[in-house]
C-alpha cells in the first residue's frame, strides 16, 4: 500500500503547478512600473528640473532694469557762487534715468538655447526611467525564480521523505540498506539550505522592489506566478541599422547638440549691436532749467571686443563636433551591446526548450522507472536515491536556466528601451 501511494505521489509530483502566493496583495510587473514612475524621487528630481528650466524661458526676453542717477552738477568750489544769477553760475541738480535696449535677436536666440535645454532633461529622465524599470525586472525575476525553486524543493523534499519512509520500513525485512538511507536523511538537511537560500534571494528581491517603489522595505505582496520569456527571435534578423536606436540616452546627445547649436548662434549674436537711451533733466541754479537726451550704441565688431564671442562660437563648434563623435560611439556600443545581447538570449532560449523537451523529462522518466522498480522489489533504494536526486537539480538547473533567459531578456529590453 505504502509503495501504491509512493508511486501516486510522484505522478502528482511530475504533474504539479504553482500553487497561489500567500500575500494578499499581487503587484504585476506594469503596476511596479506604474509604482516607480509615481514616486521614485530621481524622476522627480527631473520634473523639477524641466519646471526650472520653463522658469528661465519665461524671463528669456527680459530687459536689464533702467538705471536712474542723481547728481550735483557743475559746483563752484566757491559755493556762494551758487546764489549769483549770472551766466557762469551753471550749478544744478541732475537727474538721469537710463534704459538699454538688448538686441532683439539676441534675446530671441537665448530664449532658443534656454528653451531647448527642456529636451535634454527630458530624454535624460527618460532614460533614468528604463534605468530603474530594469532594475525592478532583474529583482522581479529574482523572486520569480526563488518561488519557483522554493516550490521545487518542498515538493521534492515531501518525496523523498516519503521515500525514506519506505526504506525504513524495508529496512525492516532487510529490503533496504541503512547507508542509503542515512544518505537519504542528509539530502533532506541539505534541502533546508537550499530552502533558506531561496527565501534569503526572495527577501533580498522584496527589498529591492520596494525600495524603488518607495515603500516600507518589509511590505509583503504577492508576484505573478505565470511568467513566460518573451520570443525575441525575430529581432535577430533585425538589420544592424544605428538610426533605429531610438534610445533616450542616444537622443538626449542629439538634445545636447542641438542645445549647443542654439548656444552658438546665441554667442554669435555678440556681433549685433546694443541700443540704450538717457533722458536728463538739470534743475539750474543760475540758468533755465535744462534737459538732454542720449542715443547709445554698443560697437562689439572692433578687434579688442569681438574676440571673445568669436572665440566662443570657435570654441562650441569643436565642441558640437566632439559630441557627434560620443553620439556615434553609443550608436555604435549600443548595436554591439543588442547584438550580443538577442545572441545570448537565442542560445539561452534554445539550451532551457532543451531542458524541457529532453533533458528533464528523461530524468523524470529514470525516476519513474527506478520508482518502479524499487516498488516491485527489484530496485536498488541507493540508486533510486540518486535518480531523485539527479532529477532534481536538473528540475532546479532548469530553473536557474530560466533565471538566466530572463536574465538576458531584462538586458535586451534595457538596451532597446522597451517599455
Same mark, same amino acid.
Given at each position: 500500500?505504502?509503495?501504491?501511494?509512493?508511486?501516486?505521489?510522484?505522478?502528482?509530483?511530475? @504533474?504539479?503547478?504553482?500553487? +497561489?502566493?500567500?500575500?494578499?496583495?499581487?503587484?504585476?510587473?506594469?503596476?511596479?512600473?506604474?509604482?516607480?514612475?509615481?514616486?521614485?524621487?530621481?524622476?522627480?528630481?527631473?520634473?523639477?528640473? $524641466?519646471?526650472?528650466?520653463?522658469?528661465?524661458?519665461?524671463?528669456?526676453?527680459?530687459?536689464? *532694469?533702467?538705471?536712474?542717477?542723481?547728481?550735483?552738477?557743475?559746483?563752484?568750489?566757491?559755493?556762494?557762487?551758487?546764489?549769483?544769477?549770472?551766466?557762469?553760475?551753471?550749478?544744478?541738480?541732475?537727474?538721469?534715468?537710463?534704459?538699454?535696449?538688448?538686441?532683439? +535677436?539676441?534675446?530671441?536666440?537665448?530664449?532658443?538655447?534656454?528653451?531647448?535645454?527642456?529636451?535634454?532633461?527630458?530624454?535624460? @529622465?527618460?532614460?533614468?526611467? &528604463?534605468?530603474?524599470?530594469?532594475?525592478?525586472?532583474?529583482?522581479?525575476?529574482?523572486?520569480?525564480?526563488?518561488?519557483?525553486?522554493?516550490?521545487?524543493?518542498?515538493?521534492?523534499?515531501?518525496?523523498?521523505?516519503?521515500?525514506?519512509?519506505?526504506?525504513?520500513?524495508?529496512?525492516?525485512? &532487510?529490503?533496504?540498506?541503512?547507508?542509503?538511507?542515512?544518505?537519504?536523511?542528509?539530502?533532506?538537511?541539505?534541502?533546508?539550505?537550499?530552502?533558506?537560500?531561496?527565501?534569503?534571494?526572495?527577501?533580498?528581491?522584496?527589498?529591492?522592489?520596494?525600495?524603488?517603489?518607495?515603500?516600507?522595505?518589509?511590505?509583503?505582496?504577492?508576484?505573478?506566478?505565470?511568467?513566460? *520569456?518573451?520570443?525575441?527571435?525575430?529581432?535577430?534578423?533585425?538589420?544592424?541599422?544605428?538610426?533605429?536606436?531610438?534610445?533616450?540616452?542616444?537622443?538626449?546627445?542629439?538634445?545636447?547638440?542641438?542645445?549647443?547649436?542654439? &548656444?552658438?548662434?546665441?554667442?554669435?549674436?555678440?556681433?549685433? *549691436?546694443?541700443?540704450?537711451?538717457?533722458?536728463?533733466?538739470?534743475?539750474?541754479?543760475?540758468?533755465? &532749467?535744462?534737459?538732454? $537726451?542720449?542715443?547709445?550704441?554698443?560697437?562689439?565688431?572692433?578687434?579688442?571686443?569681438?574676440?571673445?564671442?568669436?572665440?566662443?562660437?570657435?570654441?562650441?563648434?569643436?565642441?558640437?563636433?566632439?559630441?557627434?563623435?560620443?553620439?556615434?560611439?553609443?550608436?555604435?556600443?549600443?548595436?554591439?551591446?543588442?547584438?550580443?545581447?538577442?545572441?545570448?538570449?537565442?542560445?539561452?532560449?534554445?539550451?532551457?526548450?532543451?531542458?524541457?523537451?529532453?533533458?528533464?523529462?528523461?530524468?523524470?522518466?529514470?525516476?519513474?522507472?527506478?520508482?518502479? +522498480?524499487?516498488?516491485?522489489?527489484?530496485?536498488?533504494?541507493?540508486?533510486?536515491?540518486? +535518480?531523485?536526486?539527479?532529477?532534481?537539480?536538473?528540475?532546479?538547473?532548469?530553473?536557474?536556466?530560466?533565471?538566466?533567459?530572463?536574465?538576458?531578456?531584462?538586458?535586451?529590453?534595457?538596451?532597446?528601451?522597451?517599455?
Amino acid at each position: 500500500m505504502k509503495s501504491n501511494k509512493l508511486y501516486t505521489i510522484f505522478l502528482l509530483l511530475i @504533474a504539479s503547478v504553482n500553487v +497561489a502566493a500567500q500575500d494578499s496583495v499581487k503587484l504585476s510587473m506594469q503596476e511596479v512600473f506604474t509604482a516607480i514612475d509615481k514616486s521614485y524621487p530621481q524622476l522627480q528630481y527631473y520634473d523639477a528640473k $524641466i519646471a526650472s528650466i520653463r522658469s528661465l524661458v519665461d524671463g528669456a526676453k527680459a530687459w536689464m *532694469p533702467p538705471t536712474v542717477s542723481l547728481a550735483f552738477d557743475r559746483f563752484p568750489y566757491r559755493l556762494s557762487l551758487i546764489k549769483e544769477m549770472m551766466p557762469d553760475n551753471q550749478a544744478g541738480m541732475m537727474v538721469s534715468v537710463q534704459q538699454m535696449i538688448p538686441n532683439a +535677436a539676441k534675446l530671441n536666440a537665448k530664449k532658443d538655447y534656454l528653451g531647448s535645454l527642456e529636451n535634454v532633461q527630458r530624454n535624460d @529622465a527618460e532614460w533614468q526611467r &528604463n534605468t530603474l524599470h530594469f532594475a525592478a525586472r532583474l529583482y522581479y525575476y529574482r523572486r520569480f525564480i526563488a518561488e519557483n525553486k522554493l516550490k521545487t524543493i518542498q515538493q521534492y523534499r515531501d518525496l523523498l521523505k516519503i521515500l525514506i519512509q519506505t526504506a525504513k520500513d524495508k529496512y525492516t525485512y &532487510n529490503q533496504s540498506d541503512l547507508p542509503a538511507i542515512f544518505k537519504g536523511e542528509a539530502a533532506l538537511s541539505e534541502l533546508e539550505n537550499m530552502e533558506t537560500m531561496s527565501l534569503a534571494q526572495i527577501a533580498e528581491s522584496n527589498i529591492g522592489l520596494n525600495t524603488l517603489m518607495s515603500r516600507d522595505v518589509n511590505a509583503p505582496f504577492a508576484i505573478d506566478t505565470l511568467l513566460l *520569456p518573451v520570443d525575441y527571435r525575430a529581432d535577430y534578423l533585425m538589420v544592424n541599422d544605428t538610426s533605429a536606436l531610438l534610445r533616450n540616452d542616444i537622443l538626449s546627445m542629439e538634445s545636447r547638440i542641438r542645445s549647443m547649436k542654439f &548656444n552658438q548662434k546665441w554667442a554669435a549674436t555678440g556681433s549685433r *549691436p546694443d541700443f540704450g537711451v538717457q533722458i536728463s533733466h538739470g534743475q539750474m541754479f543760475g540758468m533755465p &532749467n535744462q534737459f538732454s $537726451i542720449m542715443g547709445m550704441m554698443t560697437i562689439p565688431i572692433v578687434p579688442w571686443s569681438s574676440k571673445m564671442y568669436k572665440s566662443d562660437v570657435r570654441s562650441m563648434e569643436f565642441e558640437i563636433d566632439a559630441m557627434r563623435k560620443e553620439k556615434s560611439t553609443m550608436q555604435l556600443m549600443a548595436t554591439q551591446m543588442v547584438r550580443e545581447k538577442i545572441t545570448m538570449l537565442l542560445y539561452e532560449t534554445r539550451q532551457l526548450d532543451n531542458y524541457d523537451k529532453n533533458v528533464v523529462p528523461s530524468y523524470k522518466k529514470n525516476l519513474e522507472s527506478n520508482l518502479l +522498480a524499487y516498488r516491485q522489489n527489484t530496485g536498488n533504494f541507493f540508486v533510486l536515491l540518486d +535518480a531523485w536526486n539527479m532529477l532534481l537539480m536538473k528540475e532546479l538547473e532548469r530553473t536557474d536556466k530560466l533565471g538566466q533567459v530572463f536574465t538576458i531578456q531584462s538586458e535586451y529590453e534595457y538596451q532597446r528601451e522597451i517599455k
